[in-house]
């Protein structure tokens, strides 16, 4: 199975702030990841997919980049509705697996 | 737009069989233009993906290895649904259950369903 490692585990900034969240592969999976947005109570959401196309409806401030091995999903201005744990998630090969997962917080 | 609706109890006794359906709206289950999964999350195990069912000329299934000894997903064309069951229930078993729905990509995701398995 191919695991998948994000980075930090949680990550607090204020409004307005760049947050970075990455994520690692335990092999390459070219550009084969989606992000997900899980808000408590609530089913996780696509966010990106392809590492970098921004699912509709979406805001623009979410971005993603990388391939291969290392993937980053940016906020480039953190909104307060974007307090939410954050998933990394390959689609190479089955089983698809799951990054652990990144908290961030408002400050 | 694709909706998913899941249903089924949310208490299973140990030893017995996890049964939950997911209504789909919007889209057929027979559609070859997506695969239809669930995925279960917990805070020991995080977001698990159990097993898809899709048809392309015929009815397929994938199973987790870590479930696949257990696991049936169903597809129900008459009533546009597919299900899960999940034999011989542990307390491990307890968790959020989530149907998903998309070809390469899990989108979009039933409102979840709390299972806890208890005696």
């Known amino acids: 199975d191919i695991q998948m490692t994000q980075s930090p585990s949680s990550v607090s900034a204020s409004v307005g702030d760049r947050v970075s969240i990455t994520c690692r592969a335990s092999q390459g999976i070219s550009t084969w990841l989606a992000w997900f947005q899980q808000k408590p109570g609530e089913a996780p959401k696509l966010l990106i997919y392809?590492?970098?196309t921004l699912q509709s409806g979406v805001p623009s401030r979410f971005s993603g980049s990388g391939s291969g091995t290392d993937f980053t999903l940016t906020i480039s201005s953190l909104q307060p509705g974007d307090l939410a744990t954050y998933y990394c998630q390959q689609a190479y090969s089955f089983p698809r697996t799951f990054g652990q997962g990144t908290k961030v917080e408002i400050k | 737009q694709v909706q998913l609706h899941q249903s089924g109890p949310g208490l299973v006794k140990p030893s017995q069989t996890l049964s939950l359906t997911c209504a789909i709206s919007g889209d057929s289950v027979s559609s070859k233009s997506a695969t239809w999964s669930w995925i279960r999350q917990s805070p020991s195990r995080g977001l698990e993906w159990l097993g898809r069912t899709y048809y392309n000329s015929k009815w397929h299934s994938d199973y987790a290895a870590s479930v696949k000894s257990r696991i049936t997903i169903n597809p129900d064309t008459s009533k546009n649904q597919f299900s899960l069951q999940l034999n011989s229930a542990t307390p491990e078993d307890t968790a959020v259950y989530y149907c998903?729905?998309?070809?390469?990509?899990?989108?979009?995701w039933g409102q979840g369903t709390l299972v806890t398995v208890s005696s």
């Open positions: 998903a729905g998309g070809l390469f990509w899990f989108d979009p």
């Open positions: 392809a590492a970098s």
